[in-house]
Nanobody, 128 residues
Framework: VQLVESGGGSVQAGGSLRLSCAAS????????MGWFRQAPGKGREGIAS???????NYADSVEGRFTISVDTAKNILYLEMNSLKLEDTAMYYC???????????????????????WGQGTQVTVSS
C-alpha cells in the first residue's frame, strides 16, 4: 500500500485548503483511512477517520470545520479544511489500515499503531 499526500500550503486564518491522499495497492474491500497531524514540538494526533462502511469520526478540535471523504473511483482520500485557525498549523499525514475503523475512533481516540501504512506528510501553515 502506498499513500501520497498533496494539497498543503500556506493560508491565512479563516481560509480553506483541501488535502488529498492518493492510495494504491489496496487489497480486499475493507479499509479505514485517517488523517493525523503533528504541530511543531508536539506529538502526532489523529483528527479524522473514515472507513469502507462510510462511518466517519472527527476530533473535537476540527469537528464542524473539517470534512473527510473518499473518492472510491479514484482511490483518493480528501480532507476539506475550512475556517482554518493558527493552531491548525502542522504537518498532515494520511494513514490506512485494511480493516474497518476501530470503535474507539467514535470516542475521538486514534492510535498511530492502528495504521500500518502512512504517507510522507504535507505541510499546512496558517498565518494571521
Amino acid at each position: 500500500v502506498q499513500l501520497v499526500e498533496s494539497g498543503g500550503g500556506s493560508v491565512q486564518a479563516g481560509g480553506s485548503l483541501r488535502l488529498s491522499c492518493a492510495a494504491s495497492g489496496f487489497t480486499g474491500s475493507n479499509y479505514c483511512m485517517g488523517w493525523f497531524r503533528q504541530a511543531p514540538g508536539k506529538g502526532r494526533e489523529g483528527i479524522a477517520s473514515i472507513d469502507s462502511d462510510g462511518s466517519s469520526n472527527y476530533a473535537d478540535s476540527v469537528e464542524g470545520r473539517f470534512t473527510i471523504s473518499v473518492d472510491t473511483a479514484k482511490n483518493i482520500l480528501y480532507l476539506e479544511m475550512n475556517s482554518l485557525k493558527l493552531e491548525d498549523t502542522a504537518m498532515y499525514y494520511c494513514a490506512a489500515e485494511l480493516f474497518l475503523c476501530p470503535a474507539m475512533h467514535a470516542l475521538g481516540r486514534w492510535r498511530e499503531n492502528d495504521f500500518p501504512y502512512w504517507g510522507q506528510g504535507t505541510q499546512v501553515t496558517v498565518s494571521s
